[in-house]
């Protein structure tokens, strides 16, 4: 049946959950853009012979390709402008620097640079000569400062006005949020509730 | 120096620093810090937290930050011993002081600069004036100038001169010798005794409440402190009477809102009440027999080591009326009709027995349903986790979970924050809510495990006072009593831990005093030994004062040891905050007990 391909993209897209990005699917793509083609072809030479010969009968043939057609072009650009927003979320969530593990399924590297650049230009434009980091704090924060707790030792860690705390084992320290939401995640600091 | 105003001279000074918090393993110390820290967050002051447990570390803590901070926050500890000394610090260096140990060492009284005391200048405080102790240094340079004149040109014309200049001058090499003895005299009598004075957390519950940033939590935490001084018997009963009035004071300023019944607080919130409860601990989480079986007060009084103190026991139940099968159950599965005037009752019938003192005024808190403390409860619950004997855990570790216990929230892990990140997308709500809830753990449940272990601990404490007392475990060496906990005692463990061996040990003299005959016994001090560490071949020896109604808990022994480790040059470690608990290795033990014997004879 026709467009059985197309849907399979999408299936495959809607089965990994938000977030995910799956391998971009070349061979599928290509399938259903051969099929694509030949469906054209189909239609082409249909509409010839029906304006040559006047033959009304293969009129709803024609309809129906072009309907698939039409099917095809929507579900292969749904499938391109998904994978384009699941990219785009990842420079939100991770940063400009992606995780080794993130970057091996992308194929779009050309997009995803453009698209951190004009990110980029955008945020040193706002907020007058320095510019304003705003994939900072998603939500709101309850506070500037949060209380973390380190987990293991991690060292010395220096903080923007300069001043370096040294992180050791199950000391607990009052830092400014952005700093530590980096240690957060990688697991060195815990955020402490109390 | 002392500080006069604390909010000008310590918060304002730190407002806008970043602070180094230094505190010592004790429950007043924790409370007192979350106090601080609470403070801390309201006003968004960057803050360090290191946990120390002695001197050692509180050297090696100082090593590793001195370089970045210049405010350090030092919380019972640093008091008792001349700190620029022991730590010499960069002039830049400023330290706050706020410590419960006395006497203040008088070098940190009198230095102007780098030391502030964030101490009340009490009365029992006495330190000697400045002129008796410290003395310009002028007046020798003046004697020495003199001196090198006359002895480098002795003519004829100079010896009228002579003798009058070597009179004055012997004149004053006596009265700079007598100043010296005096002067020495002095301070030994300062520095003789050791004891405490106002909690910590009373203090920085103060400075909040002259911000008027003070909360209900740190007014529980302020009452969880002074608490802990009581427990472990740090504090005469008067000074805790009167501590408890000046809190009963802000608690009823606390409570105002409960009484008005239309706008009532809900049932989730926190609400602290005065009460007039009995002295059995951990009466409301455990059985009530098992709770009297294992108050140091009822068992003492009872004397449960004998068979005859047991048989008492039962005929106090039985005079109350108490069913054993209700008694021995849980208690909030007693029937509520006993329940109801339970501690009446039990007032009642222990006047009867000779117990005079079986209700103490103290605090309790109740917050939803379920959750009800009293300020005891928690000292015990917070001292079990502290000083668990766990192998994994680390002093820091088990620092920081009985640091934990203190806060009522739940507890939100790193994990939840992770994922909340990366939720940035809808999730069906469910599914949300129970990744939130599957990963989070409620404080409460570290409380109620720190109960837990405080019954095992209590329970331990009552089998090993019974032991000794009936084996006679207890010598009279003269000057003080001793005991020595053999290696395969059971429980030996938790008593390598300083707070639970003074507590064994407060228990052991209670018990002895009640038990012996001899009269002069009963007024002697006790000193208490103790395996710490089998592969090291350490032990932990601990002096507590003589056992007293009217005792003032002013401890000698801390000067004690360190002269006895001098004269017989054991190898000893002073490296707790308290001078009256020592580390010795095993081998030292008859010689130092020996130098300790001659010394206090």
Known sequence: MFCEKAIELIRELHRMSDGQLPAFNEDGLRQVLQEMEALYEQNQSDVNEAKSEGRAKLIPSIKLRHCCLLRNQRCVTAYLYDRLLRIRALRWEYGSVLPANVRFHMCAEEWFSQYKKSLASFMRSLGGNEGLDITQDMKPPKSLYIEVRCLKDHGEFEIDDGTVILLKKNSQHFLPRWKCEQLIRQGVLEHVVS | MFIADIRKDFYEVVANQRVVLLVAPDIDALCACKILQALFHCDQIQYTLVPVT??????????????????????????????????????????????????????????????????????????????????????????????????????????????????????????????????????????????????????????????????????????????????????????????????????????????????????????????????????????????????????????????????????????????????????????????????????????????????????????????????????????????????????????????????????????????????????????????????????????????????KKLIAIQQTVASCICTNLILSQGPFLYCYLMEGTPDVKLFSKPMALTLLCKYLLKAFVHSTRNKRCKLLPLVMAAPKDVEKGTVIVVGIPPESETSDKKNFFGRAFEKAAESTSSRTLHDHFDTSIIELKTEDRSKFLDALITLLS
């Open chain 2, 54 to 455: 002695g001197w050692q570390e509180l050297g090696t803590a100082f090593l590793e930050h001195k370089e970045q901070f210049r405010y350090f926050v030092l919380i019972n500890c640093g008091a008792n011993v001349d700190l620029l000394e022991m730590l010499q610090p960069d002039d830049d260096s400023i330290f706050f002081i706020c410590d419960t140990h006395r006497p203040v060492d008088v070098v940190n009284v009198y230095n102007d600069t780098q030391i502030k005391l964030l101490i009340k200048q009490d009365d029992d405080l006495s330190v000697p004036s400045y002129d008796d102790i410290f003395r310009d240094e002028d007046e020798e340079g003046e004697d020495s100038g003199n001196e090198s004149d006359e002895g480098s040109e002795p003519s004829g014309k100079r010896r009228r001169f002579d003798e009058g200049a070597v009179e004055r001058r012997i004149e004053r090499q006596r009265a700079k010798r007598e100043w010296e003895a005096r002067r020495r005299e002095i301070l030994f009598d300062y520095e003789q005794y050791e004891y405490h004075g106002t909690s910590a957390a009373m203090m920085f519950f103060e400075l909040a409440w002259v911000l008027t940033k003070d909360t209900k939590d740190m007014l529980w935490w302020a009452i969880i402190g002074l608490t802990d001084q009581w427990v472990h018997d740090k504090i005469t009963n008067m000074k805790y009477v009167t501590d408890i009035a000046t809190m009963q004071r802000h608690v009823s300023r606390h409570n105002h809102r409960n009484e008005d019944e239309e706008n009532s607080l809900s049932i989730d919130c926190m609400r602290i009440s005065f009460e007039y409860d009995l002295r059995l601990t951990l009466y409301q989480h455990w059985s009530l027999y098992e709770s009297i079986y294992n108050s140091c007060y009822t068992s003492c009084s009872f004397k449960l080591w004998t068979l005859n103190g047991q048989k008492k026991l039962q005929e106090f139940l039985a005079d109350m009326g108490l069913p054993l099968k209700q008694v021995r159950q849980k208690f909030n599965s007693m029937d509520m009709s006993i329940k109801e005037n339970l501690r009446d009752v039990i007032e009642e019938s222990s006047n009867k027995y000779g117990m005079k003192d079986i209700r103490i005024q103290t605090f309790g808190v109740h917050f939803g349903f379920k959750n009800r403390f009293l300020a005891s409860d928690m000292v015990h619950a917070t001292a079990a986790l502290l000083e668990s004997a766990e192998k994994d855990d680390s002093e820091t570790d088990n620092f920081i979970k009985a640091l934990d216990a203190l806060s009522r929230c739940a507890k939100e892990t790193k994990f939840t924050l992770q994922r909340l990140n990366l939720l940035t997308f809808p999730l069906k709500m469910s599914s949300f809510f129970f990744l939130l809830f599957s990963l989070c753990r409620s404080n409460i449940d570290r409380l109620h495990s720190g109960i837990a272990l405080a019954k």
